[in-house]
C-alpha cells in the first residue's frame, strides 16, 4: 500500500476564484453556472467587471448545486431555490449552535 | 466480488417499471441526501441508494445487472467470464484467470456500458478524476495545535487491462492549525485519478471538532462554564481557569452574577490567517450539594439580616 504525505489547504484561502476555476472544482459547466447566476443563487464580487471573480464561499456552494442538480435532477431554478433554503437552514443551525454554547452546560 | 441487491436497497420489486423506481429514488433521496437530511448514517445509506438507482435506471445496465442472477447481499459471486474481457482485460487472460477481487460492482457495471458505448478505456478525450468528500473528527487539541491524520481510503484505479479496481491509499493529511467545525480542507489531486490527461480529482475534508468536556466551541471562540460560590461572585476573587494553554488565573469582580461572560482575549484557537478567537467564561452561581450545620446557621443569619429581594419587580410588572 503506498502512503503518501500532504499538506492540506484551506478551502476559505482562495479568496477569490474566476467562473473557469469554479466550474473545474465544482464539476458543473460554464453555462450551468451562468443560470445559477442569473437567479441570484451564486453572486459574483463584482457584476460589472469584465472579468467575473467569486468569493471563496461560492466554491461550497457550486459543489452543493452540482450535487443537488445531479441527484434530485434539479433545473437551476430548482437549485437556486434549495440553495436559498439550505441557506436559512444552515444560517439557524448556526445560530442555535452559537445559543447552546453560551448557555450553562445543565447537565452537570 | 460481493452481490449487491440494488432493487432491495430501494425497496422495489424486480419487476418494478422505471417510473416506479424513479419515484422511489426520489422519496429516498429526500431522506438520506447529505445535503438535506441530518438522520446518523444518512450518506452511507445515500451512498447506496444513489448506486442502485445509477444502475436500474438504465436499462442497459439492469439488463446486465439483472443477468448476474440472485444472490444475498454480501454473497461472493462471479460475473460472466467475458465481462472481464469487455472491460479491456483483452485475450490476454483465460476465463478461468481473470480476477475480479477488489472490483466494485457499481464500478464493473459502469465501465462495462460506458465501454459499449464508446467510452471507457477506449475513450480518448480527457476525463477529470472524481473528487471525494469525507468527515474528519479531531479533538481541540489537535485543532489548536494542528496535527497529522492517518487517512485510509479505497480510491477507484484502472490497472492496466482498464478494469477499475479499489485500491487501499494511506495519505498522511497535515492538518494546519485553526481547524474548526464546519470548516473544509482541500487535499489536491488526492481523489479519483484523472484519464487521458484529465486532472486527477481532490479529497475534500469536512472538519468536525469532538466534544470536549469543558470547553464548547463556536467558530474560533470558546465557551466555559466557570462555576462561583456565592460569596465568591458576591465579594470577588481569584480563580484558577484552565485554557487550551494552560491554567491562568482569572480576577472575578466583585458583584458578578450568574450568566455574565467574562472574557479571555485570545485564549480562543487560533485562526487560520492569525490571531486567536477569545474564550468566555460563563458564570454560574453554585451551591454545596449538602450543607454542614455550621453553613445553614451562616446562611440563616444572611437570610434574616440581608434586606436583598431577587423578585422585587414581580409585583411591578404584575401592575403593568
Known amino acids: 500500500m503506498r502512503i503518501v504525505s500532504v499538506e492540506a489547504a484551506w478551502v476559505e484561502q482562495y479568496r477569490e476564484i474566476s467562473l473557469s476555476e469554479l466550474a473545474d472544482v465544482s464539476g458543473l459547466a460554464e453555462d450551468e453556472l451562468q443560470h445559477l447566476i442569473d437567479c441570484g443563487a451564486l453572486q459574483p464580487v463584482d457584476p460589472d467587471a469584465r472579468e467575473w471573480r467569486f468569493p471563496s464561499e461560492c466554491l461550497r456552494l457550486a459543489r452543493t448545486a452540482s450535487r443537488l442538480a445531479r441527484d434530485f435532477e434539479l433545473d437551476a431554478n430548482g437549485v437556486a431555490l434549495a440553495l436559498a433554503l439550505l441557506d436559512r437552514v444552515r444560517d439557524l443551525e448556526e445560530e442555535i449552535a452559537q445559543l447552546r454554547a453560551s448557555m450553562p452546560d445543565l447537565r452537570r | ?320
Do not use: C
Not at chain 2, 120 to 143: N, Y
Not at chain 2, 243 to 268: E, F, H, M, N, W
Not at chain 2, 269 to 283: F, H, I, R, T
Open chain 2, 1 to 320: 466480488m460481493k452481490y449487491k441487491d440494488y432493487y432491495k436497497i430501494l425497496g422495489v420489486e424486480r419487476t418494478a417499471d422505471a417510473a416506479a423506481i424513479k419515484k422511489v429514488y426520489r422519496k429516498l433521496a429526500r431522506k438520506y441526501h447529505p445535503d438535506v437530511s441530518k438522520e446518523a448514517g444518512a450518506e452511507e445509506k445515500f451512498k447506496e441508494v444513489s448506486e442502485a438507482y445509477e444502475t436500474l435506471k438504465d436499462p442497459e445496465k439492469r439488463a446486465a445487472y439483472d443477468q448476474l442472477g440472485r444472490y444475498q447481499p454480501g454473497q461472493e459471486f462471479r460475473p460472466p467470464p467475458d465481462w472481464g474481457r469487455d472491460q479491456g482485460a483483452g485475450g490476454g487472460f483465460g476465463d478461468g484467470q481473470f480476477s475480479f477481487d477488489d472490483v466494485d460492482l457499481a464500478d464493473l457495471l459502469a465501465g462495462l456500458t460506458g465501454r459499449r458505448r464508446g467510452g471507457g478505456r477506449g475513450a480518448s478525450f480527457p476525463m477529470p478524476g472524481e473528487d471525494f468528500e469525507i468527515p474528519v473528527k479531531i479533538t481541540l487539541a489537535q485543532a489548536a495545535g494542528g496535527t497529522e491524520l492517518e487517512l485510509q481510503l479505497q480510491l477507484p484505479e484502472r490497472d492496466p487491462n482498464g478494469m477499475v479496481r479499489r485500491v487501499p491509499h494511506t495519505i498522511k493529511a497535515r492538518i494546519p492549525k485553526g481547524a474548526t467545525d464546519g470548516q473544509r480542507l482541500r487535499l489536491p489531486g488526492k481523489g479519483g485519478k484523472g484519464m487521458n490527461g484529465g486532472r486527477d480529482g481532490d479529497l475534500f475534508l469536512n472538519i468536525t471538532l469532538a466534544p470536549h468536556p469543558l470547553f464548547r466551541p463556536r467558530g474560533h471562540d470558546l465557551y466555559l462554564d466557570l462555576p462561583l460560590a456565592p460569596w465568591e461572585a458576591v465579594l470577588g476573587a481569584t480563580v484558577q481557569v484552565p485554557t487550551l494553554s494552560g491554567t491562568v488565573s482569572l480576577k472575578i469582580p466583585a458583584g458578578s452574577r450568574g450568566g455574565q461572560q467574562l472574557r479571555l482575549g485570545g485564549k480562543g484557537l487560533p485562526k487560520p490567517g492569525g490571531g486567536e478567537g477569545d474564550l468566555y467564561a460563563m458564570v454560574q452561581i453554585a451551591l454545596p450539594a449538602e450543607v454542614s450545620s455550621r453553613e445553614r446557621e451562616l446562611f440563616q443569619q444572611l437570610a434574616e439580616s440581608s434586606p436583598f429581594d431577587p423578585r422585587g419587580h414581580f409585583a411591578q410588572g404584575a401592575q403593568k
